[in-house]
């Protein structure tokens, strides 16, 4: 069995294979070539503008692939969502496509733009947005730098954003938000319902989701004395309770947890101060709840 999975090109790309990488599956692609090799046998990958994955997966060309909400939406693709990836280029949240206008216009609500001009790379979203409001507008396929356009150009613009910086850059304001998205494993409805094709794409999607829910945790372990073991349990959050188990020499315990990064600053004084010894912090490669 060979599952045929579209891969992301443009801009998610890196981020994707590193994703893999890290899930233990290697990605090799050459400069040219848009089927890398992968350490997998049982996945074909093919790398393709995540905007057509979902319409090829659709149709059953590629059993699956990776691509983003927006794009199944924009496709209105009958198509099976298996798993959220939340990983974009600068964030773990999820983006957003907004409605924005110049900072100084008189515009302050989609209604207001009746007539006017939109630009946009999703163009089929955007007009079904403006449709379901009633207000007729004149939207228009952008090829890029979207952001750009207003107001010579365009009287406002439907772009993607995770931060909002780039709209601030070129003084625009957001009015509206016609959907929030997230990369996402899809898949071709023929391709779930095959027992083994589903199964790789549940056991792929168990293992990048437990990549990412690791990213922001780490593994500590200590060193306790017995008499001060409550003391350390006290301090020590956990995804669910400490392992302790006992060491050679009587008396002594090795206490062991997953918690969040961030939070070992604050931990790892307290435990010492609490009677912990040989205190080692870990990273974590994966966490399958």
């Not at 199944?72 to 999820?94: C, F, M, P, T, W």
């Not at 790379?121 to 356009?149: I, M, Q, Y």
């Not at 008499?227 to 090795?254: Q, R």
Request: glycine share 6%; charged share 25%.
């Amino acid at each position: 069995m060979k599952l045929s999975l579209g891969i992301p090109k443009g801009s998610l790309e890196e981020s994707t294979i590193a994703l893999f990488g890290k899930a233990g599956i290697q990605i090799k692609r050459g400069e040219r070539s848009y089927y890398p090799a992968c350490d997998d046998p049982e996945l074909d990958l093919i790398v393709m503008r995540p905007q057509e994955i979902p319409r090829y997966v659709a149709q059953g060309i590629i059993d699956a692939g990776i691509t983003g909400q927006d794009w199944v939406a924009e496709n209105e693709a009958d198509i099976v969502e298996v798993a959220e990836l939340r990983y974009s280029k600068v964030s773990r949240q999820k983006c957003r496509w907004v409605l924005a206008v110049p900072e100084d216009s008189p515009f302050n609500r989609a209604e207001d733009l009746a007539g006017k001009r939109i630009a946009t790379e999703l163009v089929g979203t955007t007009n079904r947005f403006f449709a379901s409001k009633g207000v007729s507008v004149d939207v228009e396929f952008s090829w890029g730098a979207t952001e750009v356009k207003p107001p010579r150009l365009a009287d406002a613009i439907v772009d993607i954003t995770e931060t909002g910086s780039s709209l601030r850059a070129n003084r625009l304001r957001i009015i509206d938000t016609l959907m929030e998205t997230c990369t996402v494993i899809v898949a071709n409805k023929n391709a779930w319902a095959d027992g083994e094709k589903r199964g790789k794409l549940e056991n792929l999607a168990m293992l990048l989701i437990g990549t990412l829910d690791a990213e922001n945790y780490v593994g500590l372990k200590c060193n306790v004395e017995e008499n001060n073991l409550e003391e350390v349990i006290k301090v020590l959050p956990a995804l669910h309770n400490p392992t302790v188990s006992k060491l050679w020499e009587s008396g002594w315990c090795a206490v062991e947890t997953i918690l969040p990064q961030k939070q070992t600053k604050h931990v790892i004084p307290l435990l010492k101060r609490a009677g912990a010894s040989g205190i080692i912090e870990y990273p974590v490669s994966k966490i399958i709840a």
